[in-house]
């Protein structure tokens, strides 16, 4: 089955603790993206990858560190610096915007994990 | 910077009838897509339809249909023989061609009366 996956469901953090979302991808998909969603929002871009070694901040990227070793994955790193981690993450994966693929422009998501602060 | 504006927070309809959620954003492109998605309790983003602003024929995927009106910067939803399944959060996204990031609304949630 193709698809995202996001793991863990369920993760907390102590304070001062940095801790690492995953987030893998099978679709061959060359862009990535990570999103936060506070309650009663939508969501805001964090961080994106367009190819492998490269991405680039979104909106809302202090705090938050991230890396694309593998075209298939893309964790997120919540460091001691996000004051505010509690939230809901989403990461998303797209063909890449010029590839010419069917659906270029559409993102698709994977199953979201939901960070709260002990 | 483009914006996406749902003016109604919360909508509800009877079971197999008819309801339509509204979106309007702002941008000085020309050339964008646009996306309904639909978040169930789950919590899982799940693509309902999409948009692309160079055509005029509106998209429609099954009982989900839209009416896009480019000149008025507008992006409804409409929902025919709303189910009980169809109960969930809608988010409308603006996407400009090229770009990277989604521009979502704030949401509006869907309640559906058997």
């Known amino acids: 089955d193709g698809g995202i996956t996001q793991s863990p469901k369920y993760l907390f953090r102590k304070e001062g603790q940095n801790v690492t979302l995953s987030c893998e991808q099978n679709l061959n998909h060359d862009a990535m993206y990570w999103y936060r969603q506070d309650p009663g929002q939508g969501l805001r871009l964090i961080y994106y990858s367009q190819i492998v070694n490269d991405f680039q901040k979104g909106d809302i990227a202090e705090g938050y560190s991230v890396s694309r070793e593998k075209k298939e994955s893309f964790p997120l790193t919540v460091t001691s610096a996000q004051k505010n981690p509690t939230a809901f993450y989403l990461c998303?994966?797209?063909?890449?915007?010029?590839?010419?693929?069917?659906?270029?422009?559409?993102?698709?998501f994977g199953p979201g994990t939901r960070l709260l602060v002990l | 910077a483009q914006t996406v504006t749902q003016s109604q927070p919360e909508m509800s309809v009877q079971e197999a009838e008819t309801v339509t959620l509204s979106c309007t954003y702002d941008?000085?492109?020309?050339?964008?897509?646009l996306f309904w998605y639909k978040q169930p309790p789950s919590r899982q983003m799940i693509l309902v339809i999409r948009?692309?602003?160079?055509?005029?024929q509106n998209a429609t995927e099954n009982r989900f249909s839209v009416n896009f009106q480019k000149a008025a910067k507008s992006f409804s939803l409409k929902i025919s023989d709303s189910q009980l399944g169809d109960a969930a959060m809608y988010f409308c996204?603006?996407?400009?061609?090229?770009?990277?990031?989604?521009?979502f609304g704030q949401g509006t949630r869907l309640t559906i009366n058997p």
């Open positions: 996204a603006y996407r400009s061609k090229g770009a990277q990031k989604l521009v």
């Open positions: 948009q692309e602003a160079y055509k005029q």
């Open positions: 998303a994966s797209s063909p890449h915007p010029t590839s010419g693929a069917t659906g270029q422009e559409t993102q698709y």
């Open positions: 941008t000085s492109e020309s050339d964008y897509y």
